[in-house]
């Protein structure tokens, strides 16, 4: 069946250094893709988006990848802080037939100190 | 200033009860969507609707019900809740269906 997935279910990264979260995604026909951060206790937050035509997208210490060959999305995140602990969603809007994003399983990032 | 906010923010109740849950967003969306996230984080949308008029309605039992009012509002309602029910519901909007969309804080369902 169609899923959004991820590789790693949680990550644990030193203050200061980089961080990578990937996704993978099965539907060819999905042309949007967002990543999401949830805080404990509080709603999913929009971090950064990317459509289909487009590879790679830089935000403020966020980047995402997107590898359409492979059906691949990365969320990198530099210099990592403590409020960067939270949990990562990527979602995917499926073109056709139905306008709705749909939710990978999210990792768990833990920024040690 | 709160973009999406979402009454009451936790919710415990015997089963077999009623109980809605309301949702308002102040951003001029035309979409409004309700998501329920189980214990392991999985979020899964249960319903949206686009100018009042429901667009998604996911397999979901027919004790939920959703209501718009108006586009502004989204209220979900529950008949003779389960412990199965027992979740975090979150209420989100987007200007257009199936893009960015911008969530509420949650509310946090407890079935006893």
């Known amino acids: 069946g169609e899923s959004v997935g991820l590789h790693l279910p949680t990550l644990s990264v030193q203050e200061g250094d980089n961080s990578i979260i990937n996704c993978a995604y099965s539907?060819?026909?999905?042309?949007?893709f967002i990543w999401y951060k949830q805080e404990s206790g509080k709603g999913p937050q929009f971090i950064i988006d990317?459509?289909?035509?487009?590879d790679k997208r830089q935000g403020q210490r966020v980047t995402v990848l997107l590898n359409k060959t492979v059906k691949h999305l990365s969320l990198q995140i530099a210099a990592t802080q403590p409020g960067d602990s939270a949990v990562y969603f990527c979602a995917e809007n499926r073109a056709y037939g139905n306008e709705k994003l749909t939710f990978g399983t999210g990792t768990r990032l833990t920024i040690i100190p | 200033d709160t973009a999406v906010s979402q009454t009451p923010k936790y919710l415990v109740t015997q089963m077999g009860n009623d109980k809605s849950i309301k949702c308002e967003q102040n951003?001029?969306?035309?979409?409004m969507y309700w998501y329920k996230q189980d214990s392991k984080k999985f979020l899964k949308i249960m319903f949206s609707y686009n100018n009042k008029e429901l667009i998604i309605n996911e397999t979901v039992p027919n004790r939920f019900s959703p209501k718009s009012p108006d586009k502004a509002h989204l209220n979900l309602h529950i008949n003779s809740l389960e412990l199965g029910d027992s979740a975090v519901y979150f209420c989100?909007?987007?200007?257009?269906?199936?893009?960015?969309?911008?969530f509420g804080p949650g509310t946090r369902l407890l079935v006893l």
């Open positions: 951003l001029g969306h035309d979409t």
């Open positions: 989100a909007s987007s200007q257009v269906n199936g893009e960015t969309q911008y």
């Open positions: 990317i459509r289909s035509n487009m």
């Open positions: 539907n060819s026909a999905s042309d949007y």
